[in-house]
Nanobody, 122 residues
């Protein structure tokens, strides 16, 4: 399984970004994809998860209303739309995959992308 995250960059506060995660190497039925982020000196933080099969989503309370996770099963791609970016959103953003239902604990994911840096200036 390979995951390739992209779409990060340097943006201004208030901007929006859409991060992409291209997945390959397995048939992803009955898998879940998650997005996490990690700021310097901080633990990896759960953001959102989506089921490949049903499209069901689950969000961390801290990002509800600003972040939207979605997937295109045919294209094997998952997106994370981030609106109204804030300086505290600055982090490396990672996508991850696991078999079964989504989860919020990083240790429950089997595969990780390389991360994409998001930097938000004030």
């Amino acid at each position: 399984v390979q995951l390739q995250a992209s779409g990060g960059g340097l943006v201004q506060a208030g901007d929006s970004l859409r991060l992409s995660c291209a997945a390959s190497g397995v048939t992803f039925s009955r898998w879940a994809m998650g997005w996490f982020r990690q700021a310097p000196g901080s633990e990896r933080e759960f953001l959102a998860t989506v089921s490949w099969t049903s499209g069901a989503t689950y969000y961390a309370d801290s990002v509800k209303g600003r972040f939207t996770i979605s997937r295109d099963s045919a294209a094997n791609t998952v997106w994370l739309q981030i609106n109204s970016l804030k300086p505290e959103d600055t982090a490396v953003y990672y996508c991850a995959a696991r078999q079964g239902i989504g989860a919020s604990r990083p240790g429950l994911y089997d595969y990780w992308g390389q991360g994409t840096q998001v930097t938000v200036s004030s």
